[in-house]
């Protein structure tokens, strides 16, 4: 007699507890207050970044919100590299806040109370991986003014993980060879190790170790291409976290081969 | 001494060419694996056949999805009666979830009314790291030159739930149709999607 996956696995929601979270404890007429959707794992249990890596999926939510209310993109703080045999994923464990801002309409009236909702479908593992899927909703009044909520604290812990803008005053750029991105990153004090993690699927190899030299001044990155990549793409786009756990949002323009350019002189 | 150098040059050996991944337009590597019957199968028995590998794991509930909705059975019968030989293989070691003997993938089979050419059981994960297997549903699809011709995903719809199917693009139906009408197979890769195969660790 086979287990059923149910009895071997047990549900998704004794692994994972989701909770609709706000930093504002009311919502301001114009006024932009930021939502989340809170995810405390079990020890041993994980779930997924924007790109999971080889295998997993990333949490996706349905905000439902008034008409007039506008939900922006949800802000994926960055993740932490899933070694698993011969893979890797890209995912959160312990705790994660996903967030969004919400802009509320002018048309507000202060006295009423709104309802926010959220759909959340996700995917939770450990070894194995459990589907799971959550409504959740809160109230909230609105006011003239708003304060911090009691998870306040949370949104401000997220923000420090949230990819920033690259700083000026670097100089990335790649080539591409026969099976690696090279990225070349001219910076001043950077923590090391770095580590790199594309936003899109199926352009590196996600297990494959990166390999980085140094040069006064300068990083060198060796990035695996995917087995998967087929065209030449012209960016690589990725979040390179430092040592220190500061994260950057990065846009890498790729020089393409020297073949083409001995193609193009004949 | 130099027997110990010796074993050194071989492991080398074996990880270079094991970090090697299969590629679409090469050659599909041949291998040779038993299945839940106590058969041994080749992959070059097969040449001059289409051939489709789908790697399983019946606990992993992106694997359900297509097996609770009878999409993979659809599949297996459809191309199965089309003169393609499918072949599900089963890579989770002894004690990770998916993991079955003979008689359990037997039972399996019958229940859930799949008809795979067969099951392969592979404990070992010798077929899967020939292929770098990531997932479970993860599909190969070889033509009868023995040339890989699709490597990825079963679909478009990467989710474990089963209404997405009928409104995703089926990329091994795609590269079977294609091909056999003599076109180049549009999507010939896609990012694999589902569960970890479950390796020994």
């Not at chain 1, 109370?113 to 799971?132: E, F, M, R």
């Not at chain 1, 923000?159 to 990225?183: C, G, H, Y």
């Not at chain 2, 995703?168 to 010939?188: C, D, F, I, W």
Request: aromatic share 8%; charged share 20%.
């Amino acid at each position: 007699m086979l287990p059923t996956a149910a009895s071997t696995q047990g549900k998704a929601d004794e692994h994972i507890t989701l909770s609709l979270v706000t930093e504002q404890d009311a919502l301001v007429r114009g006024k932009q207050l930021w939502i989340g959707i809170r995810f405390d794992l079990q020890v041993g249990w994980h779930t997924y970044w924007t790109n999971p890596g080889d295998s997993g999926e990333p949490p996706r939510i349905e905000w439902q919100l008034p008409t007039g209310f506008r939900v922006g993109d949800i802000q994926w703080p960055h993740p932490v590299r899933l070694p698993l045999a011969s893979l890797a994923d890209y995912g959160y464990e312990h705790q994660v806040l996903l967030m969004a801002a919400v802009r509320t309409p002018e048309g507000l009236r202060e006295g009423e109370s709104t309802k926010i909702s959220a759909q959340v479908h996700y995917l939770v593992c450990h070894d194995v991986c459990i589907p799971g899927q959550k409504q959740l909703e809160l109230s909230l009044p609105v006011k003239m003014s708003a304060a911090f909520s009691p998870d306040r604290p949370l949104f401000v812990a997220t923000r420090q993980k949230l990819p920033r803008p690259m700083p000026r005053n670097w100089k990335i750029s790649a080539i591409s060879t026969a099976d690696e991105f090279v990225v070349n990153l001219k910076a001043d004090k950077l923590a090391k190790p770095v580590q790199f993690f594309p936003l899109h699927v199926e352009q590196i190899e996600n297990a494959a170790p990166q390999h980085s030299t140094e040069v006064p001044g300068r990083l060198r990155l060796h990035l695996k291409k995917s087995e998967h990549l087929r065209k030449p793409i012209a960016h690589l786009e990725g979040v390179i976290v430092l040592a220190s756990g500061d994260a950057y949002l990065l846009r890498i323009p790729v020089a393409q081969p020297r073949k083409a350019h001995t193609q193009s002189k004949n | 001494m130099k027997h110990n150098q010796w074993w050194n040059l071989v492991a080398v050996f074996l990880l270079i060419s094991s970090c090697h991944a299969v590629k679409v337009g090469d050659s599909a590597p041949d291998f040779e694996a038993m299945d839940s019957n106590g058969r041994v199968h080749k992959l070059s028995q097969y040449h001059g056949k289409f051939v489709v590998l789908e790697w399983h794991n019946n606990g992993c509930p992106y694997t359900q999805k297509h097996y609770e909705s009878g999409n993979m059975q659809h599949l297996q019968k459809e191309w199965t009666s089309k003169g393609v030989v499918w072949l599900t293989v089963i890579s989770s070691a002894p004690g990770e979830q998916g993991y079955v003997s003979a008689q359990q993938e037997n039972d399996y089979m019958s229940k859930m009314k799949a008809s795979p050419t067969a099951a392969l059981l592979d404990p070992k994960g010798d077929v899967g790291k020939l292929y770098s297997a990531k997932t479970t549903p993860h599909m190969f699809v070889v033509n009868p030159a023995g040339v890989l011709i699709y490597d990825g995903a079963i679909d478009s719809k990467a989710t474990t739930e089963q209404a997405d199917i009928p409104t995703a693009k089926n990329y091994v139906s795609q590269a079977l149709e294609e091909s056999m009408a003599g076109r180049p197979v549009s999507t010939p890769t896609s990012r694999p999607y589902g569960c970890s195969v479950k390796y020994a660790h």
